[in-house]
């Protein structure tokens, strides 16, 4: 479900960045370029519909607490990896 999540959103921002719309910046997103227009850790969670899903995120390596996603910018060239936890025995 998150493959998908990242999927349909990496499509709808292609498509906006195509339009003109917005600054949208260039980052690395699960191991792909993708471009946004999302200031926060937080802004880009909520565009990509993971902020209320069972992820965890990091920025640049370092693992971000949820509570703080909405005060951690987003840069060009940042590495974002949002990654689901998955239960099994």
Do not use: Y
């Not at 880009?44 to 899903?53: C, D, I, N, V």
């Not at 910018?73 to 990896?81: G, N, S």
């Amino acid at each position: 479900m998150l493959k998908r999540s990242i999927e349909r959103w990496e499509s709808r921002e292609a498509r906006r960045s195509n339009e003109g719309g917005g600054k949208a910046i260039s980052l690395m997103l699960n191991g792909k370029q993708a471009w946004c227009e999302a200031s926060t850790l937080g802004a880009l969670a909520r565009s990509l519909g993971l902020a209320e899903r069972r992820v965890m995120a990091e920025l640049n390596g370092e693992a971000v607490p949820r509570a703080d996603w909405d005060a951690v910018p987003i840069r060009a060239d940042d590495r974002v990896e949002f990654v689901q936890f998955v239960g099994g025995g």
